[in-house]
């Protein structure tokens, strides 16, 4: 039995739990985790904001650690090794999405870190809250040196999330991205977008953001809220990345496409009415994209290596997970909360 932090039910807050992990077979690799990235999604999950929730739950999948053993059949990794763990654990592996690097969009469903079940077992999946996990070799991901490992978490599901659109999209040097909404995902997505060589805009809701967004390296800044960015900028990008969980004009938005210009959302708000006048007009697309493949991570951890990108984060120990939740709600995070999981031990 291990430490770990786990909600008991729906609302409940996030308190001390023991949590038994299995051993580790041929193909696994076992991690004792030292920091833990807390998405929005935790909270969803946690609260059963989207229904299914399993309890007692264990959240979090951006972890980090270092390997603690492997299996007889393991030969991507080794004991003393910093790796990552993102958003999900296995996937059916013989589906067209499975096979070509996309386990994300796996026909079966792939199995999520936490909130899911073994495929085999069907024992419930449980996540990073904890000291430790065990996972098969395939879908453990390596840390390239030169990041910091705490920063280094928040890459497994904001990074991701952000890389993978602005590379199936295409971005190059010279491009306009306009990223909308500046938090756990927005930063990375400015910081990814600008390493790229695109030109890049926020466009928030918040005057406030407009330095940080400048810092992170935007070239422009624009405030959604009075609509005049909407007349402002009509036309101008490429590409929109669109962070914005809650409920907002799709059809604005579509506006600030030029020809051929791609809209793309990440978040997931209460359904938007969208027109067809502003597609059609301009042959614009409005798309999805939800997290990355494990191939796709790796490219983006090397990336990130390279260019010295690493998220922003705010470090905290577990027993204040509660107060951090509440925090993001209010949008009170630069950029994103990860834990310091020695704090569980004390």
Not at 86 to 103: I, K, N, Q
Not at 135 to 153: C, H, K, N, S, T
């Amino acid at each position: 039995m291990i430490p770990a932090y786990a909600a008991q039910a729906a609302g409940a807050p996030l308190a001390p739990f023991m949590l038994e992990r299995r051993r580790p077979g041929p193909r696994d690799v076992q991690i004792e985790i030292l920091y833990c990235g807390v998405c929005h999604t935790d909270i969803h999950q946690a609260r059963d904001e989207w229904g299914g929730s399993i309890f007692p739950m264990v959240p979090g999948h951006e972890i980090v650690g270092r390997v603690s053993a492997v299996g007889t059949q393991v030969d991507r990794h080794k004991v003393g090794d910093a790796v990552g763990v993102g958003c999900f654990v296995d996937s059916c592996r013989a589906c067209a999405p499975c096979r070509s690097g996309m386990e994300q969009y796996c026909d079966e469903g792939m199995t999520p870190t936490y909130n899911g079940r073994e495929r085999g077992t069907g024992m419930p999946t449980q996540g990073g809250y904890s000291t430790r996990i065990v996972v098969d070799q395939d879908y453990v991901l390596p840390i390239p040196a030169g990041i910091p490992l705490d920063r280094a978490a928040p890459l497994l599901c904001a990074g991701v999330t952000t890389w993978s659109p602005l590379r199936h999209f295409g971005v190059v040097a010279g491009h306009r991205v306009a990223v909308m909404g500046l938090g756990g995902l927005g930063h990375m997505a400015v910081k990814l977008a600008v390493a790229m060589g695109a030109e890049v805009t926020v466009l928030s809701s918040n005057a406030s953001k407009r330095e940080d967004a400048l810092a992170l390296g935007a070239q422009d800044f624009a405030t959604t809220g009075d609509g005049r960015a909407f007349k402002s900028h009509a036309r101008q990008f490429d590409l929109i990345i669109d962070t914005v969980s809650a409920p907002h004009d799709y059809n604005a938005c579509l506006g600030l496409l030029r020809v051929d210009g791609t809209l793309v959302l990440l978040g997931i708000p209460e359904p938007s009415p969208v027109s067809a006048f502003p597609l059609v007009s301009k042959r614009r697309r409005i798309a999805g994209s939800m997290i990355g493949g494990i191939a796709e991570t790796r490219h983006m951890l090397d990336f990130c290596a390279v260019h010295g990108i690493a998220a922003d984060i705010e470090l905290i120990s577990v027993d204040r997970i509660n107060d951090a939740y509440e925090r993001m709600l209010r949008g009170d995070v630069r950029y994103r909360f990860v834990i310091d999981i020695a704090s569980l031990a004390r």
